[in-house]
């Protein structure tokens, strides 16, 4: 999950943990509504864990916005019961941009925004990383 004031980027993976894909993005517009939507993703793509991306600074400091997420991941265990785990989200929405760059136009609507493809990136680095 890449958290943005803006979206929520998704992806999931298989079983495995080998193959990665972006989910279309949630509109950020409460938090009730992304816990929502967030359910109704679990449910469909039968999610058991959860991983969210921490914005920590270039230098790996944390600020203001590692805050948040961490009182935002409190939540999502709160009220979703399920595992969440963080992982370093630096430059991911760099390379997602890159991505959304080459894609056409229906490959963009699919996403919706380049959050998800942000959100992959994040997966696909914890998965190397465990």
């Known amino acids: 999950m890449d958290y943005g004031s803006k ?9 495995s943990g080998v193959v990665v894909c972006p989910l279309p993005s949630i509109p950020n517009t409460s938090r009730q509504d992304v816990l ?6 679990i449910q469909e793509h039968h999610i058991d864990a959860i991983v969210v991306g921490l914005p920590l600074n270039m230098d790996g400091s944390c600020g203001e916005a590692v805050r948040r997420i961490h009182h935002f991941m409190g939540q999502l265990r709160r009220e979703l019961r399920l595992p969440v785990w963080e992982v370093d989200e630096r430059l991911s929405t760099v390379e ?15 996403y919706r925004t380049v959050d998800s493809l942000a959100a992959a990136f994040i997966l696909e680095r914890f998965l190397k990383e465990s």
Request: net charge positive; hydrophobic share 40%.
């Open 7 to 15: 979206n929520v980027g998704l992806a999931s993976s298989d079983e």
């Open 36 to 41: 929502r939507r967030l359910r109704m993703a």
């Open 96 to 110: 997602a941009m890159e991505m959304w760059r080459s894609m056409n136009a229906r490959q963009q609507r699919r």
